[in-house]
């Protein structure tokens, strides 16, 4: 069984900075992307930042310039650190991971969600 746990999620004000951490436990043989996603009342689950085991990233546009996205392979680690935060930012974010398990095929893997608020 494979489990992705997150961390980091809370409460800061407009300008200010979070850092969300994302670990995978369990039965890993390997690990594709990693990623974040978010979901915001009333709207899709959005890409937020994606980062490939070999170390390729895509941002969403909106983060783009604020937002970090890394990996720790060792660790079966991801991270996003989040600067210069905006009340727009505010959602759940979702940990993902594409992952073979070491009795199965790659799949998609999700948190169970951190709640980012980002007040103005």
């Known amino acids: 069984q494979v489990q992705l746990v997150e961390s980091g999620g809370g409460l800061v004000q407009a300008g200010g900075s979070l850092r969300l951490s994302c670990v995978a436990s369990g039965s890993i043989f390997s690990i594709r992307a990693m990623g974040w996603y978010r979901q915001a009342p009333g709207k899709q689950r959005d890409m937020v930042a994606l980062?490939?085991?070999?170390?390729?990233?895509t941002y969403a546009d909106s983060v783009k310039g604020r937002f970090t996205i890394s990996r720790d392979n060792a660790k079966n680690a991801v991270y996003l650190q989040m600067n210069s935060l905006e009340p727009e930012d505010s959602a759940v974010y979702y940990c993902y991971a594409d992952i073979k398990s070491t009795y199965g095929r790659f799949a998609n893997f999700w948190g169970q969600g951190t709640q980012v608020t980002v007040s103005s």
């Open positions: 980062i490939l085991s070999g170390g390729s990233t």
